[in-house]
């Protein structure tokens, strides 16, 4: 049996001290260097291993500072600073002893208390009725996914003409199916495309400069999700002299909010 | 002439390789140490004063791992990397060698390019026709800022009952008026009291885990706003098991986007 792609990607040798060794996946290429989900899967993965590692996903803000070669890097992953509750670690990513990539994330002990959901669902066809795209962009790491669009999808450059809003809503899994866990929701929150593709129908070279997802739900909430299609919805806020941001929300299908994602993106023209 | 309590905060001390002095001050206090705010806006600050710094902030995540006490702290700034579009920085706030904060911090060039809003500005009355709030809750730090509710001021712990929704819509200015800059955003960014308050009309120990703020607006556009009242809005997306999340919108008199943060909360009960 194969490993899976993204178990192939996560697979960190420990080197000691914080320190984790990884490799480029062609799997996951994208334009220019690795699909920024893995990378940020990656480093969440670092502190996932780490021998001092207390509690569980909180939140994890990944800055992309410099392109990734093919080939090796060094994940270093430190405890910065752990509290009854939390635990901080600042994360960075290098080769040949170049950074990067830079960030930190927030382990923490989730404890019972009052609960609530206040943002609710989109109302949507379940997964099943909503067809996969059998369409890809040409790059690689989109072949990873299963994409179910039910709003918003791959943007049509043959008739680029710009829309009011850049809203995606999809269904959404890895493929083959994996079931959920922590670094795989980390990945899928970058699966959207540059909402300004979105925007302007219109290819424009772009890419994430920073991304920040906060995690709702422990290990047994993700767990119950197993294998199935995540609803997952996206949009931008304002796009100006070449940055924009959007923010994401990604729901379990019986109406959970896993995680809420937001990044700020670059582009050109 | 006395100086603004922002500038007093803002205040650091250039130690020499990326370090810089700073302490705490009385008017910013909170319930536990220093309104986050402010600790955000010196470790953005640190960056504007380092002298190898290139742009203007575009990105800045700041994670409080422990109080902060009274007294004096370093500030650490490190450019991580740089290219011809942006610059990395990582942060980190000690007391006595202990870690208090991380963070890491986004500057970039912004160059002339397509630009569209997508989020509208809530349609609210102008701020001069809101009344100012006299009431401010028992801490310090609230003293430094004109509210203007709209819609979600202060809880109120006497008629504790349950809201179905956590938003807080208002204009807000330093008090007193002070001409608008990017600290003075990060520090506005995070002016809204956690909104588990305002769901549940009651108070419980609660503070930021760690807050991102991503700036839209450049230092001539800041400037452009002067002293007058920004529209500030807020609001919650799930709370759960000690945690939620909460996003908020900062816009100008005229409408444009000036800054997008969120943060992910500590609560208890």
Same mark, same amino acid.
């Given at each position: 049996? =194969?490993?899976?792609?993204? +178990?192939?990607?996560?697979?960190?040798?420990?080197?000691?001290?914080?320190?984790?060794?990884?490799?480029? @996946?062609? +799997?996951?290429?994208?334009?220019?260097?690795?699909?920024?989900?893995?990378?940020?899967?990656?480093?969440?993965?670092?502190?996932?291993?780490?021998?001092?590692?207390?509690?569980?996903?909180?939140?994890?803000?990944?800055?992309?500072?410099?392109?990734?070669?093919?080939?090796?890097?060094?994940?270093?992953?430190?405890?910065?600073?752990?509290?009854?509750?939390?635990?901080?670690?600042?994360?960075?990513?290098?080769?040949?002893?170049?950074?990067?990539?830079?960030?930190?994330?927030?382990?923490?002990?989730?404890?019972?208390?009052?609960?609530?959901?206040?943002?609710?669902?989109?109302?949507?066809?379940?997964?099943?009725?909503?067809?996969?795209?059998?369409?890809?962009?040409?790059?690689?790491?989109?072949?990873?996914?299963?994409?179910?669009?039910?709003?918003?999808?791959?943007?049509?450059?043959? @008739?680029?003409?710009?829309?009011?809003?850049?809203?995606?809503?999809?269904?959404?899994?890895?493929?083959?199916?994996?079931?959920?866990?922590?670094?795989?929701?980390?990945?899928?929150?970058?699966?959207?495309?540059?909402?300004?593709?979105?925007?302007?129908?219109?290819?424009?070279?772009?890419?994430?400069? =920073?991304?920040?997802?906060?995690?709702?739900?422990?290990?047994?909430?993700?767990?119950?999700?197993?294998?199935?299609?995540?609803?997952?919805?996206?949009?931008?806020?304002?796009?100006?002299?070449?940055?924009? +941001?959007?923010?994401?929300?990604?729901? =379990?299908?019986?109406?959970?909010?896993?995680?809420? =994602?937001?990044?700020?993106?670059?582009?050109?023209?």
């Amino acid at each position: 049996m =194969s490993i899976h792609p993204l +178990d192939a990607a996560l697979a960190l040798e420990p080197l000691g001290e914080g320190r984790f060794g990884g490799r480029t @996946h062609p +799997d996951w290429a994208n334009m220019v260097g690795p699909f920024g989900g893995i990378t940020a899967a990656q480093l969440l993965q670092a502190c996932l291993l780490h021998p001092q590692r207390q509690g569980e996903p909180l939140a994890l803000t990944v800055n992309y500072a410099g392109a990734i070669a093919e080939g090796g890097f060094e994940i270093e992953a430190a405890p910065a600073r752990t509290t009854r509750t939390t635990q901080h670690w600042t994360l960075t990513l290098r080769q040949g002893g170049e950074v990067c990539s830079t960030g930190s994330a927030v382990f923490a002990i989730r404890r019972p208390t009052w609960s609530a959901p206040e943002l609710a669902m989109p109302a949507v066809p379940p997964a099943d009725q909503v067809p996969a795209e059998s369409k890809r962009p040409p790059v690689e790491w989109p072949r990873r996914y299963e994409f179910r669009f039910v709003e918003g999808g791959w943007p049509d450059y043959r @008739h680029a003409q710009e829309l009011p809003d850049s809203r995606t809503l999809l269904w959404v899994r890895d493929q083959p199916p994996r079931p959920l866990d922590a670094p795989a929701l980390a990945a899928i929150a970058d699966v959207f495309y540059p909402r300004v593709f979105r925007r302007r129908q219109r290819f424009t070279p772009a890419g994430t400069v =920073s991304i920040t997802t906060y995690f709702h739900a422990d290990a047994a909430a993700l767990a119950a999700q197993g294998t199935r299609p995540l609803l997952a919805v996206a949009t931008g806020r304002r796009f100006t002299l070449g940055f924009f +941001d959007q923010s994401a929300e990604l729901w =379990s299908d019986d109406g959970h909010l896993l995680a809420s =994602s937001h990044q700020v993106v670059y582009f050109k023209e």
